[in-house]
C-alpha cells in the first residue's frame, strides 16, 4: 500500500469504530463495542507504523507528500481542501497518538467495565483519536482548524461523559467555551497568513512566507500570535489555561488520553508544524517563549498545594507543556518533540495508576484522605513511582533525557534563552518536589480505611455515592461511581496497559542519549529542512552532559525536599504555616478564574440581563409597537381600535387582490 | 412560453387549495405531495444546473404591459439553492403535520402553510421587480393568518405586532420598487424587469433613498438589530412547524433581496453606505447572541441566535471585499442556517413533549439518558449552529469573516466575539435540556420512528453539506462575484 492510503487508513480507521459502534449502539452487546474500539484504534497504529516503514524507504527529499481527497471549499480565491499531509512530524505524532491511544483503549476496556455509558464512552473515545489525527494530519489551514474544533468538542463530550453532574458539565462547557476562543484565534490568524500568501496551503506558505512578509512584518507576527491563541488555548497555557484542572471531571482515562499524553500537547505540534513562519516572525515566536516559560513556572507552584491528585497531575501535565511549548518556540524543535513523547508515556501512566488509585477510593480524589496504598496496591505504587520518576528527571527513565535536553539547548541558544532554562531547571526542583509530595501523601503513611479494607481484600465501596466536588448525590444511572469499579491490581487489561506504558516511559529516552543516539533528531530533519535553526544550535555532547547531570541533581534534591516534607516524620503543617501567604496565592491559582469572572463573564452577564429587561424593554417595545410607556400605549391603543377589528379583513382583502391579480395575468397571458 | 417554474412556484397553493377543502386526516396528505413536486423538480434543476450560463429555466411573459410589469421567472446560481432550502424545509415541515396536524381546522393551516410556500418560491424566483414585491408582501398574509389563528398565548396582539412592523418596510419597498421603475430611464417605456434596470443605474442621490427603503423592508423582515420588535412575540406565538419553515425560509427572502435588488440596482448608493450595513450587523450579531444567552425561553434562545446569524449574513453581503468572499459565505451561510434553525424547532416541539409541553429550557435537564438518539440528533445540529469548523456553517463563516477581514478589518475581530457567544447560547440550551439533573417535569422517552422521518433527513442533510459545501460554491460563485464587482467598479 502507498504512504498515501495508509496515512487516509490511518485517519478513516478510527471514525469508522466510531460510527459503527453508533449505529449498532443498541443492536450489539457493549463488550463488542469495546472489542470494535480498541480494534479500531489498534489497527490504526499498525497503519501508523506501516506508514513510517514505508516513509522510510523514500528518499530524504521524498518524505514531505500532500494526498488530497476532494475540494472542499475551493472558491473565491481560497483553497481549502480536504488534504493531509504526511511527512516525519506528522507520522511521529500519528505513532504517538495511536500508540499511547490503544494502550488508553486497553485501559478503558477494564476500567470502564462497570458504567452504564459503557458503549457511549467508546464511541467518544474512537471519535477523539480520529479528530485528532485529522488535526495532526492535516494539510491546510482549513483542515487544521477542523480537526483543531473537533478534538474540542470530543473532549468537552468527554469531560461532560458524567452529564448528570453539573460539576461535569460546567466543566465541559467552559473547556468548550475557551477552546472556541482559541479556534477563533486561530483562524484569525490563519487570515492574516492568507492574506499575504493567498494560499491555506501548508508547504505552499513555507514556500511563500519568505516573498509575502519581510521578517517581523506586523501582519505576520500578529497572526503568528493569534494562531499562537489557538495553541495556548488548546494546550492550557497561561492565561487560557483555566479549563484543563476543571477537566478532570472526566473519567480517568479521558485525562490520561487527551488531558495529558495528546489533545493538550496539540498547540506544541502547531508550532513545530509552522516553524518556517514562527521563525519568519523572531517576535511572535519570542511570546511563545515567555508564555511557555511562566506556564511552567506558576503550573508548577499551583502543583506544590494542589489536594486533589488528578489535579495535581493536571497543573504537573500544564507545567511540562510549558517546557514544550518553549522548546518548540525558541526554535528548539527536536528537543520539543522529544519531550512530547516521553511526556506522552509517563503522564499516561501516572493518570492511569491514579485512576487506579481512585478507583479504590470509591471514586474520590481528595490526597488527605488517602494514605498507605503503598503495601496493598504494589503495582499501581511501582507504576506511579516509575512514572513519577521520569517526571521529576532521574536517570535513566524517559523524562530524563527529553527535559534536560529541552533546557541544555536553551543554554545552547544564549542570551534571553539562558534566563529561561534557568527557570526550567527551577520548574524542575518544583516538579520532583510536588511529584513526590503526592506519592508519599498517597502511598506512604496511615492506612486510610479504604487501603485498610482493601488489605483484607474487598474493594471499598461508599454507601451513598457522592460527587466529592460539591456532596451531590450521585445518579448512577449515567455511570460511575456504578456498583462494579476496577483497579490495577486485579484487572488484567488496566495490568497490561500500564506495564507498557512503565516499559516505554523508562526506555523511551534511548532515543537520544547525548553522543550516543539521535535517532528522533536524524527522523525529523526532512520537516526541519528548510529552518536555519535546526541545525545551528546544538550543544556539544559534554555540554548536555553537564546540563543533565545539572538536572538529575535538581531532581533528586526536590525529592528529597519531599521526603523530609511528607515522607518519614515530616511536618507538612509546620511548613505550610512558614510560607502561609505565598501558600494562599498558589491555592488560589494565582486568582485567574476570579480575574476572568471578574473580567469577562460577569460584564457579559450583566450585558445580557441590561439587555434584556432595560434595553428590549424599553426601547425596542417601548418606542416603537405595543410597549409600555404612557404615549406608545394611547397611540397604539388608537391604532388598534381603528384596525384590530377589521385586519384580518385587510389581510383576507389583501388575498382577494392578489388572486384577482393572477386571474388578470392568467387572462392577459 | 415554458411553464416550469410557475409548476415550481404554484404546485403547492393548488395542493393548499385541496387541502384546505379536504377531511383534516387528508389535509396534510395532500399538503405533502403538493411539496414533494417542487422538491424533486429543485433536485433536477440543480443536476441540471450550468453554473456558467447565468439565468436558466426562463419564463418570461408579458403580464401588465401598460406597466411595464412582466411575469418572468428563472433561476441562477443565486437563488438555486435557496429554493432547494425552501422545498427541503417545506417538505420535512409537510411530514411534521402528518405526524402532528394541528388541533383544529387542519385543511386551512395546510392552505396557509401552501401559500407560504408559493409566495416564498415566487419571491426567490421573480425576475421582475413588481413581482417580487408581490411575492414578498403576500409571505405576509399566510403567516399572519397561522400566528393569529392558531398561535398560542397572547396571539393576536402578536400577529398585529408582527403585520405592522413589517407591513412598514413593505409600504415602503413598493413605493421603493414603484419610484425605482418610474425614475429609471424616464425616456424609455417604463419596466420593471430587474436585469434592465440593473442595465441603467439611477443617480447616485436617488439611489441613496430607495437603498434606504429597501434596506428597511430587508432588515425588518430578517430581522436585524434594532428591528426585532416584532420577533419574540411572534415566535413565541406561531406554532412550530410554521415556525420551522418561517424562521428557517422567510428570513433569507431578506438576505437574497440585497444580493438581488440592493446590490446590483443601488450600487453607488451600496458603496457610501455599505459602513452603516456592517455596523447594523455587527451590533445584531453581538446583540442577537448576548440575547440569545440570557433568553430561557427555548424558542427565543433560536430567534435571538436567529438575529445573530443574520447579522453574519448582513456582514458577509455588504463586506464588499474584492475577492466577494464575504457575499459568496453569506450565501452559503443563509443555506446552512435554514438548515439546522429548522430542525431546531423540531427539536423544541419534541422536548416539550418530555417536560410537560414546557418551552422554558429551566423545566427541562437530564433528556438524554432516555433518548439517546434524539440527544445525538441534537448535539448534531446544536454544534453545526454554532458553526462548529467542520460543518458547512463555519464554512459560510469563514468566507463571511474573511470578507469582512479583508476590507473591515476591525470589525472582523468585533465579530469573531460572536463566534465565541454562539457556542456559549448552542450548548447552554443543548446542557440545560438534555444533561444535568432531571427537571421535576421531565419524562424522558425515545423519539417515534415518526418523528425521526422529519428530523433525520434534515440531519442527513446537515451532515452531506458538512462533507461537500463545494456544490453549492460552485453554483453562486459567479453570479456573486459578478454582483459585487459591479458595485466595486
Request: aromatic content about 12%; glycine content about 10%.
Amino acid at each position: 500500500m502507498s504512504v498515501q492510503t495508509l496515512g487516509w487508513l490511518v485517519l478513516l480507521l478510527p471514525l469508522t469504530g466510531a460510527v459503527l459502534i453508533g449505529l449498532t449502539f443498541k443492536a450489539l452487546p457493549q463488550r463488542v463495542h469495546g472489542i470494535i474500539g480498541v480494534a479500531a484504534i489498534g489497527l490504526a497504529f499498525v497503519a501508523a507504523v506501516l506508514m513510517f516503514f514505508g516513509l522510510q524507504d523514500r528518499g530524504e527529499e521524498e518524505r514531505q507528500l500532500v494526498s488530497v481527497a476532494w475540494d472542499y471549499a475551493n472558491t473565491v480565491g481560497v483553497d481549502a481542501q480536504l488534504a493531509i499531509l504526511i511527512d516525519p512530524l506528522s507520522v511521529l505524532m500519528c505513532l504517538v497518538v495511536t500508540g499511547v491511544s490503544t494502550l488508553i483503549h486497553v485501559y478503558s476496556f477494564s476500567y470502564m467495565g462497570g458504567d452504564r455509558g459503557y458503549t457511549r464512552f467508546f464511541a467518544y473515545l474512537n471519535f477523539f483519536v480520529f479528530s485528532m489525527l485529522l488535526l495532526v494530519l492535516a494539510a491546510n489551514f482549513f483542515l487544521l482548524i477542523v480537526g483543531w474544533a473537533f478534538v474540542g468538542a470530543a473532549s468537552y463530550m468527554l469531560i461532560s461523559f458524567w452529564y448528570r453532574r453539573t460539576t461535569a458539565t460546567k466543566a465541559g462547557i467552559k473547556a468548550f467555551v475557551i477552546n472556541v476562543a482559541g479556534d477563533v484565534g486561530l483562524v484569525l490568524g490563519a487570515y492574516f497568513i492568507f492574506k499575504g500568501t493567498g494560499t491555506l496551503d501548508f508547504l505552499k506558505n513555507f514556500e511563500l512566507v519568505g516573498e509575502a512578509f519581510t521578517e517581523n512584518q506586523p501582519e505576520l507576527v500578529a497572526g503568528c500570535i493569534l494562531l499562537l491563541v489557538g495553541a495556548f488555548a488548546k494546550s492550557a497555557q497561561v492565561p487560557f489555561h483555566t479549563w484543563l484542572p476543571d477537566a478532570m471531571e472526566g473519567p480517568t482515562p479521558v485525562s490520561s488520553l487527551i488531558h495529558a499524553a495528546t489533545m493538550v500537547t496539540a498547540g506544541v505540534y502547531l508550532i513545530a508544524r509552522l516553524h518556517p513562519l514562527f521563525e519568519h516572525a523572531p517576535d511572535a515566536a519570542m511570546v511563545g517563549s515567555v508564555v511557555g516559560c511562566a506556564t511552567l513556572l506558576i503550573a508548577a507552584t499551583i502543583g506544590l498545594v494542589v489536594t486533589d491528585l488528578k489535579r495535581v497531575i493536571a497543573y504537573s501535565t500544564m507545567s511540562q507543556i510549558g517546557y514544550m511549548i518553549m522548546a518548540v518556540s525558541s526554535a528548539v524543535y527536536a528537543a520539543g518533540m522529544f519531550h512530547l513523547m516521553t511526556h506522552a508515556f509517563f503522564k499516561a501512566l501516572l493518570f492511569m495508576a491514579a485512576g487506579s488509585v481512585i478507583s479504590a477510593m470509591g471514586g474520590n480524589q481528595d490526597l488527605d484522605k488517602m494514605g498507605g496504598f503503598r503495601k496493598v496496591m504494589p503495582f499501581t505504587f511501582a507504576c506511579m513511582v516509575i512514572g513519577g520518576l521520569a517526571l521529576s528527571g532521574i536517570p535513566p527513565f524517559s523524562g530524563f533525557f527529553s527535559k534536560d535536553e529541552i533546557l541544555a539547548y536553551m543554554v545552547d541558544r544564549g542570551g534571553v534563552y539562558l534566563v529561561m532554562a534557568i527557570l526550567g531547571y527551577v520548574g524542575a526542583l518544583l516538579t520532583a518536589f510536588y511529584t513526590f509530595r503526592m506519592i508519599f501523601r498517597a502511598f506512604f503513611g496511615e492506612m486510610s480505611p479504604e487501603a485498610e479494607e482493601l488489605s483484607h481484600g474487598h474493594l471499598y465501596h461508599a454507601p451513598e455515592p457522592t460527587n466529592p466536588a460539591n456532596g451531590e448525590v450521585e445518579d448512577t444511572e449515567v455511570g460511575f461511581p456504578g456498583p462494579e469499579h476496577h483497579i490495577a491490581e486485579r484487572a488484567g487489561g488496566m495490568k497490561i496497559a500500564m506495564g507498557g506504558l512503565a516499559v516505554l516511559a523508562i526506555v523511551g529516552g534511548f532515543l537520544q542519549i547525548p553522543g550516543v543516539t539521535s535517532e528522533l533528531h536524524h527522523f525529523l530533519e526532512p520537516t526541519f529542512h528548510d529552518s536555519e535553526l535546526y541545525e545551528t544550535i546544538h550543544p556539544s555532547a559534554t555540554a548536555e552532559w553537564i546540563g543533565l547531570l545539572v538536572g538529575a541533581v535538581i531532581g533528586a534534591t526536590g525529592i528529597f525536599f519531599a521526603w523530609t516534607i511528607y515522607g518519614k516524620g515530616g511536618n507538612a503543617a509546620s511548613f505550610q504555616a512558614r510560607f502561609a501567604p505565598i501558600h494562599k496565592v498558589f491555592v488560589n491559582k494565582w486568582y485567574f478564574d476570579e480575574a476572568i469572572d471578574f473580567l469577562i463573564v460577569r460584564p457579559a452577564a450583566w450585558l445580557g440581563r441590561f439587555a434584556n429587561s432595560t434595553f428590549e424593554r424599553i426601547f425596542v417595545n417601548g418606542a416603537l409597537v405595543g410597549g409600555s410607556t404612557g404615549a406608545v400605549r394611547a397611540l397604539s391603543a388608537a391604532v388598534r381600535s381603528l384596525q384590530s377589528g377589521y385586519l384580518r379583513y385587510y389581510a383576507a382583502l389583501l388575498l382577494i387582490g392578489f388572486s384577482g391579480l393572477g386571474a388578470y395575468f392568467l387572462i392577459s397571458a | 412560453m415554458t411553464i416550469h417554474l410557475s409548476i415550481l412556484v404554484f404546485f403547492p397553493l393548488i395542493a393548499g387549495l385541496l387541502a384546505a377543502f379536504s377531511p383534516g386526516s387528508l389535509a396534510p396528505k395532500i399538503l405533502l405531495i403538493g411539496t414533494i413536486i417542487p422538491l424533486v423538480y429543485t433536485a433536477y434543476m440543480i443536476t441540471d444546473f450550468d453554473a456558467g450560463a447565468g439565468l436558466q429555466h426562463v419564463t418570461d411573459d408579458a403580464w401588465i404591459t401598460e406597466l411595464g410589469i412582466r411575469y418572468k421567472l428563472g433561476v441562477d446560481g443565486l437563488n438555486l439553492w435557496l429554493i432547494a432550502l425552501t422545498t427541503v424545509i417545506a417538505f420535512a415541515s409537510a411530514i411534521w403535520l402528518i405526524v402532528r396536524p394541528p388541533a383544529e381546522r387542519v385543511g386551512l393551516f395546510c392552505f396557509h402553510f401552501a401559500l407560504g410556500e408559493t409566495a416564498v418560491l415566487g419571491a426567490f424566483v421573480s425576475q421582475d421587480l413588481a413581482l417580487f414585491v408581490l411575492f414578498f408582501d403576500l409571505m405576509l398574509v399566510p403567516f399572519y393568518f397561522l400566528v393569529g389563528q392558531w398561535g398560542t398565548g397572547d396571539r393576536a396582539a402578536a400577529a398585529l405586532k408582527m403585520v405592522i412592523y413589517t407591513l412598514v418596510g413593505s409600504l415602503l419597498m413598493l413605493a421603493a420598487a414603484v419610484a425605482t421603475a418610474a425614475l429609471t430611464n424616464p425616456d424609455a417605456p417604463i419596466t420593471f424587469v430587474i436585469s434592465e434596470l440593473q442595465a441603467n443605474p439611477l443617480p447616485e442621490t436617488t439611489q441613496k433613498w430607495l437603498f434606504i427603503a429597501f434596506a428597511l423592508a430587508f432588515l425588518i423582515k430578517m430581522p436585524a438589530f434594532p428591528f426585532q420588535g416584532w420577533m419574540p412575540d411572534a415566535y413565541k406565538a406561531m406554532p412550530l412547524p410554521a415556525l420551522a419553515f418561517f424562521s428557517g425560509v422567510v428570513s433569507k427572502v431578506a438576505a437574497y433581496g440585497f444580493l438581488k435588488l440592493v446590490l446590483p440596482l443601488f450600487p453607488a448608493a451600496t458603496n457610501d453606505w455599505n459602513v452603516i450595513l456592517l455596523v447594523l450587523a455587527v451590533i445584531s450579531i453581538l446583540y442577537g447572541s448576548i440575547q440569545a444567552f440570557t433568553q430561557t425561553n427555548a424558542r427565543l434562545i433560536l430567534g435571538y441566535s436567529s438575529v445573530a446569524q443574520l447579522g453574519f449574513i448582513t456582514l458577509g453581503i455588504f463586506a464588499m471585499d474584492s475577492d466577494a468572499a464575504g457575499a459568496q459565505g453569506a450565501l452559503l451561510q443563509s443555506i446552512n442556517h435554514g438548515l439546522v434553525v429548522a430542525p431546531l424547532f423540531f427539536v423544541i416541539a419534541l422536548l416539550a413533549e418530555r417536560a410537560g409541553g414546557s418551552e422554558d429550557i429551566r423545566d427541562y435537564g437530564g433528556i438524554a439518558f432516555r433518548a439517546p438518539i434524539l440527544a445525538a440528533l441534537f448535539l448534531i445540529v446544536a454544534l453545526a449552529t454554532l458553526a462548529m469548523p467542520g460543518s458547512a456553517n463555519f464554512a459560510g463563516e469563514f468566507l463571511i469573516l474573511l470578507g469582512a477581514f479583508s476590507s473591515v478589518q476591525f470589525l472582523a475581530f468585533v465579530a469573531s466575539v460572536g463566534v465565541i457567544l454562539a457556542s456559549v447560547y448552542a450548548l447552554r440550551m443543548y446542557i440545560r435540556s438534555m444533561h444535568n439533573r432531571v427537571g421535576e417535569k421531565v419524562t424522558s422517552f425515545e423519539m417515534s420512528l415518526r418523528d425521526g422521518l422529519v428530523l433525520v433527513p434534515l440531519v442527513i442533510a446537515i451532515i452531506a453539506f458538512a462533507l461537500y459545501p463545494q456544490l453549492a460554491l460552485d453554483a453562486g460563485e459567479a453570479t456573486v462575484r459578478s454582483t459585487v464587482e459591479a458595485v466595486l467598479r
